[in-house]
């Protein structure tokens, strides 16, 4: 159950792209499609952001955009905005158990 | 509107134990998985445990065998018996409700392990 591997930091300007990696092993990442991805601003509750890889609950705006290949998933903020300053996780599902990322601290320039 | 929230938490010394309460509305309790997650103090994500829908239950293995998850059904609530908590235990304990994913949050609840 080790956890998944994120850079601690990102960062970009309002407007531009910035992406997000989470590495992992044949035994979460690359054995199904349950990625998922949480955004927590300081001092408040995570957020689903992204599921199953790359899909969007109702109402997280289609600028959040989120992929797999292999061993390593990729959460992309497209148009950077200031409100999107926040700590980012990625998760997975690693049957029967589940795991986290470390996290990564994204910073609007 | 999907609800959870979370209680139960406060200070105990190490070795003691602590029980937290989720209480949820909104969706079919009964069918559905629940989650507890744990962040230490400027710590990331960790998950705890899960409770599925035959009250299937898993453990991270730093919990294994000190903490126990169970469920209510007539309450729509779960909850989750810490024992012989030590000091690394200490986080704010968040109940998260899905299997594969976590699509719903409370706030949390603090439990600090502390003498």
């Known amino acids: 159950q080790s956890a998944l591997t994120q850079p601690p930091s990102a960062s970009g300007s309002p407007g531009q792209s910035v992406t997000i990696s989470c590495t992992g092993t044949?035994?979460?990442?690359?054995?199904?499609?349950?990625v998922s991805w949480y955004q927590q601003h300081p001092g408040k509750a995570p957020k689903l952001i992204i599921y199953e890889v790359s899909k969007r609950p109702s109402g997280v705006p289609d600028r959040f955009s989120g992929s797999k290949s292999g061993n390593t998933a990729s959460l992309t903020v497209s148009g950077l905005q200031a409100d999107d300053e926040a700590d980012y996780y990625c998760?997975?599902?690693?049957?029967?158990?589940?795991?986290f990322g470390g996290g990564t601290k994204l910073t609007v320039l | 509107e999907v609800q959870v929230l979370e209680s139960g938490g406060g200070l105990v010394q190490p070795g003691g134990s602590l029980r937290l309460s989720c209480e949820t509305s909104?969706?079919?309790?009964?069918?559905?998985?629940l989650n507890w997650v744990r962040q230490a103090p400027g710590k990331g994500l960790e998950w705890v445990s899960t409770?599925?829908?035959?009250?299937?239950?898993y453990y991270a293995e730093p919990v294994r065998g000190r903490f126990t998850m169970s469920r209510d059904l007539s309450k729509s609530t779960v909850f989750l018996q810490m024992n012989s908590l030590r000091a690394d235990d200490t986080a704010v304990y968040y109940c998260?409700?899905?299997?594969?994913?976590?699509?719903?949050w409370g706030q949390g609840t603090l439990v600090t392990v502390s003498s």
């Open positions: 998260a409700k899905g299997w594969f994913w976590a699509d719903s």
């Open positions: 409770i599925g829908d035959r009250d299937n239950t």
């Open positions: 909104g969706f079919t309790f009964s069918s559905s998985a």
């Open positions: 998760g997975s599902y690693a049957p029967p158990h589940r795991v």
């Open positions: 044949s035994s979460d990442i690359s054995g199904h499609n349950y």
